[in-house]
C-alpha cells in the first residue's frame, strides 16, 4: 500500500508472538523450550524415509489444525498455510486485539516461505507417478500455492482492510517479511502487520540437502568442532507488530522495539555464502537501525551447523565486531525451519529481551576453533539484554539481518 | 522525497523478446495464443501463447545456462534487457539497487522434477546436486542478481495473479524503508507441462477453456530526481498501490471499487483523469466483476480499456506484471501525459484484489 504521503516516521513494537515448532506449540512451551535448551529432534515421519541411511528432523507434533483454525476448511490449507494460519491466530490472542479489533485497522499479513506447500507438490508427484497427471486432486492442487501462507492468514481472521504478501526468499525470507512490516507500519502505511514465516517438512528439500552432504546423522550442532550439518525442521512463527503509538493507546505488552534491519545479495554463488558480503549485511542493519556493533548484547545467528555457514557467519561477525558478543544457534534445538527460521529466531530473541535470557546452543562439546565464538554451550544464561542482532542467510546469497531493542517505558 | 517514477521496462512475452515487440503487439490488439505442440508442450491445453524460439541458451547464452530453467532464464533475460536499455546504468552501483521478482510458486517443473527424481532414482538421494536451487523459490530472482551482479536487496514475491502489484509494492517500501537507491521490480512465469497440469486441476469448470501464456516484465523504480540526473525519461510516476480482500466472489465488485476509490481519494487523482485500464480479466465471472467494480469507482470516465488476457493467454504471476507494461506500451516513448493517469487491476481467487494507480510524470 504505498504512496507518497510525507508522514513522521513511527516506532515499531513487536506486542504478539505465535509459534509453531518442534519444542512447543505457542509462545509459552517455546519460551519454556528456549529456557531449557529442549531439542526437537526425532526420526522425520513426513515421508517414507526409507534408502536414506538417516533421517532425523525437527516435526512439530501434537499439532491440531482444529484448535488454532476455525473459519477456514483446513483441509484446503496445505501443512505449512495450517501453521502459519495458527500461528497468526496465537500472536493475535497474544496482542489481546479482539478480532474486530484487529479488523478495525488497515493491515499487512507478509510470511516468508523456503518451499511453501512443496509438502504438497510432493505428494501430487507421486500421484502422477502412479496414477497419471490427468488423476491430480484439486484440492491439493488448489492448496498447493505460495500466495496461500499469507492469504490463508486474511481469510481465517476475515481481514479485509489488507495486504497479503508472501516472500519466498527461502532460508531469510522471515526476515525479509518481519523487515517489510518495520517498513510499513514506521512509514505508517498500515496500523498492524502480521509478519514472520512458514515450512513444513517435504522430501525434495531433506533429498537435496542430504545429496549436497549436510544432513547431520543424529543432531544439529552449530558452532561445534565436531558439527555435521543440518537438520530440516518445520514451524512457523508470526509476530504482530503495531506502532508505539498505538501499542501504547491501549495499553498493550511490548515485547521488544524493532529496531531496523538490512538486506543484501552476494551476487556470486548459488548455494555458497560469501563472508564479506554478509559482513557487509551486518553494517547495513546497524546503519538503519542506529546501533553500533558494541551495541548488540547477542546474536541470534543463522547456525545451520553445516562446516561452510559456521565459519564463514563467524568470520563475517568478526569482521564486523572487534569483540564478537555471545553468538548462538536456536537452530540446535528446533532444526532449520527454513522460512520459519529467522521468524522462529525473531521471537525468541523478542523473548530473551524480555525475560533477560540467552538462548543456549546445545548438543554442545567443543567449540571449533576456526569458530571462536561464545556459543552459550548448552545452557541458557540470563543476563539484561538491549539490543539483539538476528541473522538470517539464503541460498543466493540473499542476506537479511533484523535488529530488536528491549522497549523500556520513557520515565 | 522525489516521487518514484517507472524509467525503463522490459518484457519478454508471447510477442518475443524484448519491450519492441510486446508494444507492436499490444498496440496493435493481436492475439499471440497459438497452437501448442504436443510434441513439445504435452499437457492438457493445446492452444497457449509461449515466448517463440525462447530458450537459456540462445537468449542468456551457451555458458553457464546447462542447468538454467526456464522461468530463471526468462527473468534473467527481462533483467538484461532492461539493464541494457539503459545501458547498465541501474548496476553501476550494484550495492544500490535491488531486485524485487515476483513468481508463482517458483518454477513447478523444477520442484516436481527434482522430487520425481527421488521416488523414481535407484536411491532416494539420487537427484542432480546442481538442480537443487531450481527448486528453491528465489532461484529466478537470485539467479538473476547473480548474472547481472545486483547487490542490493533480493527478495522474490508471491501472490498469484497479484503478484507484479504486491512486488511493486513491496519495491515502493523496500525504497522507502531507505535499503535501495533504486528498484528493478517485476514478475516472470514460465510455461511448463506441470504448471498447465496443476492449472488444469486447478480451475473451475467454468475457467478451463483459457489458454495459458508465459513471460515476464521488469520496470527501474526510482525517484524522479534521479532519473533526470541518468537522462531517464519517467514514463509514469507510481501514485499508489493498494489492496483489500473479499470473502465471497460476490463481493470483488465491492471489493475493488473501494480499493480503486481509496486510491483516488488518497492521491487527489479525479475519476476523469483515469485514461487507461490494464485490468486481469480473469476467467469465469471474475473479469466482469471486476470491470464492474472499476467502473464503480471510475463513475462517467470513459478510459480505454487494455485487455492482455486474450491477447497472451493466462500469464499466472507474471500477469500484472505484463498489464503495468502494456499501460507504459500504451503510453508509448513519452510515458504518460501530465494530467493523465493510469489503473492497472487483478483479482485473486484465494480472495484478494488490488490496483496500482500511476500518473504522468
Known sequence: MYDNDQRPARRVVITGLGTVSSIGLGVTAFLDGLRSGRSGVKPITAFDTTGFAHANGCEVTGFDPAEWIHRVDATELGRATQFSVAAARMAVADAGLTPEELRARRALVSVGTTDAESRDLDALVDVELREGPERLPATVVRRAQAGRLSTGIVRELALTDVEALTLPTACAAGNYAIGSGFDAIRGGEVEVALCGGADAVCRKTFAGFYRLGTIAPEVCQPFDKDRKGILTGEGAGILLMESLETARARGARIYAEVLGYGLNCDAHHPVAPDQDSLARCMRIAHRNAGVKPQDIDFISAHGTGTRANDVTEAGAIRQVFDAPPPTVSIKSMIGHSMGAASALASAACALALTEGFIPPTVNHHETDPECGLDCVPNVARSTELNVVQNNALAFAGNNAVLILGRHREAQ | ?361
Open chain 2, 1 to 361: 522525497m522525489s516521487p518514484l517514477v517507472l524509467s525503463a521496462w522490459s518484457a519478454v512475452s508471447p510477442y518475443g523478446v524484448g519491450a519492441e515487440p510486446f508494444a507492436r503487439g499490444i498496440t496493435a490488439g493481436r492475439c499471440a495464443v497459438g497452437p501448442l505442440d504436443p510434441a513439445t508442450h504435452p499437457g492438457p491445453f493445446d492452444r497457449g501463447g509461449v515466448v517463440p524460439d525462447f530458450s537459456a541458451r540462445t537468449h542468456v547464452g551457451k555458458k553457464g545456462t546447462r542447468t538454467m530453467d526456464r522461468v530463471t532464464a526468462l527473468a534473467v533475460a527481462a533483467v538484461g534487457q532492461l539493464l541494457e536499455s539503459c545501458d547498465g546504468g541501474p548496476v553501476r552501483q550494484p550495492e544500490e539497487t535491488a531486485l524485487v521478482l515476483g513468481t508463482g510458486s517458483g518454477s513447478v517443473q523444477s520442484i516436481m522434477d527434482f522430487t520425481r527424481d527421488s521416488f523414481a532414482g535407484e536411491r532416494p538421494y539420487h537427484v542432480d546436486p546442481a538442480r537443487f536451487p531450481n527448486a528453491v523459490m528465489n532461484r529466478a530472482a537470485g539467479q538473476s542478481a547473480i548474472w547481472h551482479r545486483i547487490k542490493g536487496p533480493n527478495t522474490t514475491v508471491a501472490g498469484g495473479w497479484l503478484t507484479g502489484l504486491l512486488a511493486l509494492s513491496y519495491a515502493a517500501r523496500l525504497h522507502r524503508g531507505g535499503h535501495c537507491a533504486r528498484v528493478l521490480c517485476g514478475a516472470a512465469e514460465e510455461y511448463s507441462e506441470q504448471r498447465a497440469w496443476l492449472e488444469w486441476h486447478g480451475r473451475s469448470a467454468a475457467e478451463r477453456a483459457t489458454p495459458l501464456g508465459e513471460g515476464g516484465a521488469v520496470f527501474l523504480l526510482e525517484p524522479a530526481e534521479a532519473a533526470r540526473e541518468a537522462g531517464h525519461p519517467a514514463l509514469a510516476r507510481l501514485l499508489t498501490t493498494r489492496f483489500r480482500a473479499y470473502g465471497a466472489e460476490s463481493e470483488v465488485r465491492a471489493a475493488l471499487a473501494a480499493c480503486v476509490r481509496d486510491a483516488l481519494k488518497t492521491t487527489g487523482v479525479a475519476p476523469g483523469d483515469v485514461r487507461l485500464v490494464a485490468p486481469l480479466g480473469a476467467g469465469g465471472e471474475s473479469a466482469a466483476l471486476e470491470e464492474a467494480g472499476v467502473g464503480d469507482a471510475l463513475g462517467a470516465a470513459d478510459p480505454r480499456w487494455i485487455r492482455c488476457r486474450p491477447l497472451l493467454g493466462d500469464t499466472s504471476a507474471a500477469a500484472t506484471s505484463l498489464q503495468l507494461a502494456a499501460v507504459l506500451a500504451a503510453a508509448g516513448a513519452d510515458g504518460l501525459a501530465p494530467g493523465e493517469a493510469a489503473l492497472v487491476t487483478g483479482v485473486e481467487r484465494d480472495g484478494t484484489v488490488g490496483c496500482a494507480l500511476l500518473a504522468g510524470a
